[in-house]
Nanobody, 124 residues
Framework: QVQLVESGGGLVQAGGSLTLSCTASGRTLSSYAMGWFRQAPGKEREFVAA????????YYADSVKGRFTISRDNAKNTVSLQMNSLKPEDTAVYYC?????????????????WGQGTQVTVSS
């Protein structure tokens, strides 16, 4: 069983930056595809970014491309999401997700394990 814990959320002004981290316990993540999703109030959970097991392939939603960067450190069992040039529409609960069987996916169905989420609020 994999437990994922997100951290690094908070309140930031528009144009600012935050770095989210996802730390895993229970299993090593070195062979897992990892993803970040977000969910705003009243909206469905949406894809933000994903990374393959080695970190050699990354994928982004169009809405964050060029502003967010996903990375991983398999030695530390962590995945990070660097968020720059934040906008009020980035406000949401951000979730980390992991999957041991499939490649990086852009839908929630592609992941078996989820963290509890961390709140990101961007003020205008």
């Amino acid at each position: 069983q994999v437990q994922l814990v997100e951290s690094g959320g908070g309140l930031v002004q528009a144009g600012g930056s935050l770095t989210l981290s996802c730390t895993a316990s229970g299993r090593t993540l070195s062979s897992y595809a990892m993803g970040w999703f977000r969910q705003a109030p009243g909206k469905e959970r949406e894809f933000v970014a994903a990374i393959n097991w080695s970190g050699g392939s990354t994928y982004y939603a169009d809405s964050v491309k060029g502003r967010f960067t996903i990375s991983r450190d398999n030695a530390k069992n962590t995945v990070s999401l660097q968020m720059n040039s934040l906008k009020p529409e980035d406000t949401a609960v951000y979730y980390c997700a992991a999957d041991p069987y499939r490649g990086p996916a852009s839908t929630p169905k592609g992941y078996d394990y989820w963290g509890q989420g961390t709140q990101v609020t961007v003020s205008s």
